[in-house]
């Protein structure tokens, strides 16, 4: 059953048929409920490739994300997900794994009218935009989450991480510590150098020189990692607390004081941005900054489609940030 | 630049060229070199919805899942995704949440030759099967993996639940349990009834009385099985063990133990099912029986990659059965 079957079951025209589907203005109400009804009768399913090509539209949007492995964006993608529902809308998830590679590909995959709007967090490491321009471009609503691009003029959804570094940095040095080490995960990616920048004016502000050996690059991979963390560890002038920037940071720096019997707090207390549905079970619970994920995914898919409805974002809200929430656990106690 | 303008460019006919750069085989090496080359000069790319119409393949497969915030799903979805991105397909990552209406819902609109295939871990309470036998009778191939249906004819790759769930079972009665209790996700999935019945046989086999009151079915609302765990927890005849059939049902067992200061291991053991990342830094580390979600995720990509170029299965391969490895950490402990 086709749509040249069902017009002529019809004895209407293909054009006018698939208006009607298709809930075109040009046709009236009583002809829509004539051709919904034999549609319906006749079991009649559009063919998805064709139809999106007549009208335009996928009802579909696609959100880039790093990694779904990942607390942070699961739930973000979850707060996606249930905005694009009560819009009847689809949600491709891409991972790029954090390769710039990957994300270019997707974004070129859906340049051609795949889906009606794109959410994306960027990988650590995409320093070239010319993949999000050409998506402008063509007039795909972009929206970026978390990780933005600052030199594409598009809406974003962001949490305070400026602020929450600087607090974390303060609560870690208020409890004792003086040497504290900042795990980085991008030397590129604006919540990165944002966190690092919380980081380094709580120091100033307590008259804490930084220490630029206790400021590391981390990427993604977990073993290289760790050997960068277990450096930290076993310098003469160890420092007494590491302040992930993000939760894997967190985990492989536990395994590492585990593998070293290295006690957490008491010898070095740990504090980290993350989502983590273990936080409060580890040894020690670990101390968080942890982010509105889900309201930060939901957000953004309003902002998206608030575009692919045409309506105007103003200046004001092109930019939104939400706050995140200092949680304090046994991983930054007092000794 | 579209086909048309591509063709005339070389002065070929449109399904000459359209053949070409769909690697038809009714066209010579050289001109699908030639006409490539073009196609890369002029920086052609195909309209994703007209170029699915006229090749029929979509290039793409889908993956269906309860849930991406799940480290056995993740890990299984990074395996589809390796081999699918050696043979350049794409892949499409849908949730269903464990809610039966969202899998249907999902089934139906891949129905129409969006995809080239489905690979699918059904949700906790799919009873019927219409729609995955819609799909089939669509000739749209298709693969289960972990979570299958058993009225289906169709390959299925899953790990060896029975036996991992008899052997954990031993394990537990070997280090002094004899009052153990299962926690289940789900009385229909064929995964939790295997991994029931291998921890049934085992009591039996150790001379141990089952007691239903122990054998807990759980759903998805993590409050409501913190509630049943607490419940168990505080019975007069406490079990002095628990068996979780999957990780977020052992996170739950911990987060009911902390709460009411039940030290695991010697109060209460605990083991579960779990890819968790952080089951080693848990307090205490997690005893664990680990699937390779990885490994399954792969060989059931390679499956439907089989059925997509119309390849023989033989009865023998539609169900493959990968290992699951017993991880003996603090849980589980002696006392």
């Given at each position: ?18 208006k ?39 009802n ?48 070129k ?36 989450f978390?990780?933005?691009?600052e ?44 966190r ?130 200092l ?9």
């Amino acid at each position: 059953m086709n749509l040249k079957t069902l017009a002529k079951e019809l004895n209407l025209s293909i054009s006018t048929v698939s208006k009607a589907l298709s809930d075109s203005g040009e046709i009236s109400l009583a002809t829509k409920k004539i051709v919904q009804k034999k549609a319906k009768a006749l079991n009649y399913q559009a063919n998805p490739n064709a139809s999106s090509l007549r009208i335009q539209k996928s009802n579909t949007i696609a959100v880039i994300i790093p990694a779904i492995a990942n607390n942070f964006f699961s739930l973000a993608i979850n707060g996606v997900e249930s905005l694009a529902k009560s819009k009847n809308y689809h949600v491709l998830i891409y991972q790029t794994h954090e390769d710039v590679k990957i994300e270019k590909e997707v974004a070129k995959f859906l340049m051609n009218g795949r889906v009606d709007g794109v959410l994306i967090s960027l990988t650590r490491s995409t320093t070239t935009t010319g993949h999000l321009k050409a998506l402008k471009d063509r007039n795909i609503p972009l929206v970026f989450f978390d990780r933005a691009a600052e030199n594409i003029s598009a809406p974003r959804v962001i949490t305070n991480d400026y602020e929450s570094a600087f607090i974390a940095t303060e609560h870690l040095i208020k409890n004792g510590c003086t040497k504290i080490a900042f795990l980085s995960i991008s030397e590129i990616l604006n919540i990165s150098n944002n966190r690092l920048n919380g980081y380094l004016d709580a120091l100033e502000k307590h008259g804490i020189k930084y220490n630029k050996n206790f400021i590391i690059f981390c990427d993604d991979d977990k073993e290289q990692n760790k050997k960068k963390i277990a450096k930290l560890i076993d310098k003469t002038d160890r420092p007494d607390a590491i302040f992930g920037c993000v939760e894997e940071l967190a985990i492989a720096s536990y395994e590492v004081c585990k593998e070293k019997s290295i006690c957490i707090p008491n010898e070095v207390k740990i504090i980290s941005f993350s989502n983590l549905k273990t936080a409060e079970i580890l040894s020690p619970s670990l101390s968080t900054i942890t982010q509105p994920a889900y309201d930060i995914g939901r957000e953004a898919a309003s902002l998206l489609f608030r575009l692919i409805d045409k309506k105007v974002i103003s200046k004001e809200e092109n930019v939104n940030v939400l706050n995140s929430t200092l949680l304090i656990r046994e991983s930054t106690q007092n000794n």
